[in-house]
């Protein structure tokens, strides 16, 4: 059975540039778990983030789902920007047990989401930390839209 591919962006970043979260996007991370973790509907089986710089910066995607990486016992896989193609095409063809959650940029997520076949121009929205596309096979549409739902954060 095809995964269904769940597409998520990284937690809050310092509004400067940082490279890394602010305290809201590691409370995000530390909340992930409970969003996708064993007991939630989502199944997760493997996790695609985007790769850090080799100096270290653009660290908040793999930072964002490290949390649940090491609850759920998943090696995370990660992509370069600049490789959205494999990053779907991994997504596609994953055969494991679960389902795929990706998580990158706001702008990157959109072109993922289009090289998976999505039609359309669907575009992630910027001022939003939250929310979760489902995309299932064939991956021609965003089946649902929903919120990670986290405390304080969300409300």
């Not at 370069?80 to 193609?85: E, F, P, R, T, W």
């Not at 669907?122 to 986290?150: L, N, T």
Request: net charge negative.
């Amino acid at each position: 059975m095809a995964p269904t591919i769940f597409l998520i962006r990284h937690g809050e970043q310092d509004a400067a540039g940082g490279s890394d979260l602010t305290v809201d996007g590691f409370d995000r991370a530390r909340y992930l778990p409970r969003v996708f973790g064993d007991s939630s509907q989502y199944n997760i089986g493997y996790i695609i983030a985007e790769r850090p710089m080799r100096d270290g910066t653009n660290a908040s995607s793999s930072s964002t789902v490290a949390p649940l990486a090491a609850t759920l016992g998943i090696v995370v896989d990660s992509f370069g920007a600049d490789q959205l193609g494999s990053v779907a095409n991994a997504a596609k063809t994953y055969h494991g047990d679960g389902n795929v959650l990706v998580c990158f940029k706001h702008e990157e997520l959109s072109k993922i989401a289009h090289e998976l076949g999505v039609s359309g121009n669907p575009k992630f929205p910027g001022d939003r930390y939250d929310i979760i596309w489902a995309i299932q096979e064939p991956y021609h549409k965003i089946a649902q839209v929903s919120s990670e739902a986290v405390p304080g954060l969300d409300d």
